[in-house]
Nanobody, 118 residues
Framework: QVQLVESGGGLVQPGGSLRLSCATS????????MSWYRQGAGEEREFVSS????????TYADSVKGRFAMSRDNDKNTVFLQMDSLKSEDTAVYYC???????????WGQGTQVTVSS
């Protein structure tokens, strides 16, 4: 059974930091492109970052470049999103996604709420 479980969300003040985790199981983690997306209230889900399975090439949305850093631990089948210098506009539910470019399958986690507010 495929599982992606996000954690680490919460309430933080502007300028603060949070580290999200996405623990996975049930698929070949080391062969999947892993990504983070987010969806604010009343908004469409948007891309945040992604990391290739081999080599670790990372891509970020312009809105988070220089503030967010994605990493993955292939031994623990987990990806992380370090979020620094958080802004109110970063408030959203953050989702983890796994995508296989070989077979075209994708899996999503249930999301974790991040709220940036004073």
């Amino acid at each position: 059974q495929v599982q992606l479980v996000e954690s680490g969300g919460g309430l933080v003040q502007p300028g603060g930091s949070l580290r999200l985790s996405c623990a996975t199981s049930g698929f070949s983690f080391g062969m999947y492109l892993m990504s983070w997306y987010r969806q604010g209230a009343g908004e469409e889900r948007e891309f945040v970052s992604s990391m290739a399975p081999i080599g670790g090439h990372t891509t970020y949305a312009d809105s988070v470049k220089g503030r967010f850093a994605m990493s993955r631990d292939n031994d623990k089948n987990t990806v992380f999103l370090q979020m620094d210098s958080l802004k109110s506009e970063d408030t959203a539910v953050y989702y983890c996604k796994a995508y296989s470019t070989l077979i075209g399958l994708e899996y999503w986690g249930q999301g974790t709420q991040v709220t940036v507010s004073s």
